[in-house]
């Protein structure tokens, strides 16, 4: 069985900062592309970092300079570091795992977590 267990979303005051973390279970993680997404109330839910199994990660410009993306393979867990928070990053954060190359492709995503910047 397959899961992605995101954790670390939260209040956060703007300027402030934020570390999600995801778990995953059941997938060959090493092999994974793994990317953090985000969904506020009424819009489309957007990238926000992604990371390579080599460690490329990136980022789109809304982001870029205040979060950064990581993964420990040992521990089968994948970061998102998000500093200077605005009130503008405040939405639901998934995480996602896809591997579409090969045989045994997958893509898979968590339940989300909820981030909420505000004073």
């Known amino acids: 069985q397959v899961q992605l267990v995101e954790s670390g979303g939260g209040l956060v005051q703007p300027g402030g900062s934020l570390r999600l973390s995801c778990a995953a279970s059941g997938i060959i993680f090493n092999m994974a592309t793994m990317t953090w997404y985000r969904q506020a109330p009424g819009k489309q839910r957007e990238l926000v970092a992604t990371?390579?199994?080599?460690?490329?990660?990136n980022y789109p410009d809304t982001v870029k300079a205040r979060f950064t993306i990581s993964r420990d393979n040992a521990k089968n867990t994948v970061y998102l570091q998000m500093n200077s928070l605005k009130p503008e990053d405040t939405a639901v954060y998934y995480c996602?795992?896809?591997?579409?190359?090969?045989?045994?492709?997958?893509?898979?995503w968590g339940q989300g977590t909820q981030v909420t910047v505000s004073s």
């Open positions: 996602n795992a896809k591997k579409n190359y090969g045989s045994g492709r997958y893509d898979y």
């Open positions: 990371i390579t199994r080599g460690g490329t990660a």
